[in-house]
């Protein structure tokens, strides 16, 4: 499971679900619980922002390479403070109090209770980000005032945190020292090289831009990067688009083939439909706004041999799941039965024995 996670580069999380479900879709997990145990009680997967500071699944063994190799983007988060905070000496003392409660899991709340005991400010103003209107505490420091779940982005460009599990309703973020058993950290150098080599292996062909896109770069940052893997990458033309991939990949890819259709239901914001600027690779222009939707949203796809040929959903109602999978120019016999038996296997999945599958 660790090494499918790894070579995918990561299974977007900020809806869990999702991510659980693009892992399902990749190695035919038998069950749900066989993830939630490696995410919370053998703490071989782990939940934390990296790329686009954004949640991802990660392999725990691997955390330092995503997290250390994403650190850049966290450093735009701390330029981001000190030019509202008077003080970088009040505000560093802030983010070493936050790190210091974080020695186990603990929520926002649990962080501003303990930044009021410590003779903090706090107040609680709108921004709870993406979809969500709530209030949050926020913090007083050097005559500025940060959400403290912001200030997790901005302790991110120096240490490394994760996801804890969730009490109730409320996310919990915990340093990854106290909360992997064989916590490993590497050089941020180091890790950003490699962090570029599992993406050029995951989403190769690829380019300069995409690369910037995929980590929440700005393109002469990502230039820098790019640079110093470049003796490890050659330049291919795809139909006439000029892209990059890694020479060990070259051979590969230029015997691989296709002898019968690929089928699989990948979730809304899977990884696969998020590692390039341009998505004409993975579906037809009249049918991209049906995949990549207002507001960043991106839909559940049926994919076959790579390509989205549709979008699917799926309702559970108590010991039943339906599945729905709509075409965008009509299934053919075999990729209907193959869509009918990833439905079923998802079902499996989820510990569901009655599955409906309606395909149209």
């Given amino acids: 499971m660790g090494s499918v996670v790894a070579d995918m580069a990561g299974a977007q999380a900020q809806v869990l679900s999702a991510a659980q479900t693009s892992i399902w879709a990749r190695c035919g997990i038998a069950a749900i619980e066989d993830l939630d145990a490696a995410l919370w009680k053998k703490r071989n997967l782990v939940r934390a922002w990296c790329m686009r500071r954004t949640m991802f699944l990660l392999p725990s063994s691997e955390l330092a390479i995503f997290a250390r190799g994403t650190a850049r983007r966290s450093e735009y988060n701390l330029r981001w403070a000190l030019e509202r905070v008077a003080s970088r000496q009040q505000l560093e003392r802030l ?136 003796e490890k990458m050659t330049r291919v033309d795809v139909e006439g688009w000029e892209a990059h991939i890694l020479r060990s990949d070259l051979p590969e890819l230029e015997r691989a083939a296709i002898d019968v259709p690929v089928v699989r239901l ?75 038996e990833e439905a079923s296997m998802l079902g499996g999945f989820l510990g569901i024995q009655n599955v409906r599958t309606v395909v149209s």
């Fill in 95 to 230: 983010l070493d109090h936050v790190l210091g409660v974080l020695d186990r899991p603990r929520s926002r709340a649990d962080i501003s209770h303990l930044l009021k005991s410590l003779g903090y400010k706090l107040k609680l103003k709108a921004g709870g980000g993406w979809g969500d209107s709530r209030t949050v505490p926020w913090v007083e420091v050097g005559g500025a005032s940060l959400s403290v779940g912001f200030l997790l982005h901005v302790i991110a460009a120096q240490n490394v945190i994760c996801s804890g599990p969730n009490v109730g309703n409320e996310s919990t973020f915990v340093r990854a020292d106290k909360w992997l058993p064989q916590w490993k950290d590497i050089p941020q150098e180091s890790a950003e090289e490699e962090l570029l080599s599992r993406y050029l292996k995951a989403f190769g062909p690829t380019t300069l831009t995409d690369f910037a896109l995929w980590m929440g770069l700005y393109v002469r940052d990502a230039r820098d990067l790019w640079s110093r893997v470049a």
């Fill in 266 to 340: 990948l979730p809304n914001f899977d990884t696969f439909l998020l590692g390039h600027r341009s998505h004409a690779s993975i579906v037809d222009a009249g049918n991209m706004r049906k995949v990549y939707r207002a507001q960043g949203w991106v839909s559940p796809v049926v994919l076959v041999n790579g390509r989205a040929e549709g979008v699917w959903s799926y309702e559970r109602r108590k010991s039943d799941l339906e599945v729905r999978a709509v075409s965008f120019s009509g299934f053919s016999d075999r990729v209907k039965s193959e869509i009918r």
